[in-house]
T-cell receptor
Framework: QKEVEQNSGPLSVPEGAIASLNCTYSDRGSQSFFWYRQYSGKSPELIMFIYSNGDKEDGRFTAQLNKASQYVSLLIRDSQPSDSATYLCAADSNYQLIWGAGTKLIIKP | ETGVTQSPTHLIKTRGQQVTLRCSSQSGHNTVSWYQQALGQGPQFIFQYYREEENGRGNFPPRFSGLQFPNYSSELNVNALELDDSALYLC?????????????FGPGTRLLVL
């Protein structure tokens, strides 16, 4: 059973600090990795995707991938209250996405 | 707004009934994927339709079936509803098969089975 694991949280971070979200995956064949943000009662919204080992930056967001350790992370710099949401990690496996259960992030003003 | 619409927004059914959920894809997108998201869980892939053909299926029983129309809108049908089918059903459209990086989700249909 191919899996993506995330800490369910909640992860509480002060406003302005860096939020660090982590994810591990079991399928060594996965090539593409995705971070989605989901507000309560809403559908997921793609934040970033990453294919290559290393870091990928987009504004306040940085995705990090380590294929040897089967580990993906998302850093959110200068966290804002509007970043409070559930963050879902997903990995492609046999042309479908395998999703983690999400980490609930709370940004405290 | 992503341009992907779903109907209805909410639905209540009883065990054993059948349900049809609908999705209109974003203009220019020929691929629709359906997901089931139970409370507190991540989405689970049900199946994908590409140019009116099923293009991949997750670990769901045959009572979950689908259809894609020539205008690329799609339906998800669930027969013999079970209590565990209560979930948020999401559809996502993309401009071509397997392009998850350009996949846009609709607002979802929340199904409650009593």
């Amino acid at each position: 059973q191919k899996e993506v694991e995330q800490n369910s949280g909640p992860l509480s971070v002060p406003e302005g600090a860096i939020a660090s979200l982590n994810c591990t995956y079991s399928d060594r064949g996965s090539q593409s990795f995705f971070w989605y943000r989901q507000y309560s009662g809403k559908s997921p919204e793609l934040i970033m995707f990453i294919y290559s080992n290393g870091d990928k930056e987009d504004g306040r967001f940085t995705a990090q991938l380590n294929k040897a350790s089967q580990y993906v992370s998302l850093l959110i710099r200068d966290s804002q209250p509007s970043d409070s949401a559930t963050y879902l990690c997903a990995a492609d496996s046999n042309y479908q996405l395998i999703w983690g259960a999400g980490t609930k992030l709370i940004i405290k003003p | 707004e992503t341009g992907v619409t779903q109907s209805p927004t909410h639905l209540i059914k009883t065990r054993g009934q059948q349900v049809t959920l609908r999705c209109s894809s974003q203009s220019g997108h020929n691929t629709v994927s359906w997901y089931q998201q139970a409370l507190g869980q991540g989405p689970q892939f049900i199946f994908q339709y590409y140019r009116e053909e099923e293009n991949g299926r997750g670990n769901f029983p045959p009572r979950f079936s689908g259809l894609q129309f020539p205008n690329y809108s799609s339906e998800l049908n669930v027969n013999a509803l079970e209590l565990d089918d209560s979930a948020l059903y999401l559809c996502a459209s993309s401009p071509r098969g397997y392009s998850q990086e350009t996949q846009y989700f609709g607002p979802g249909t929340r199904l409650l089975v009593l």
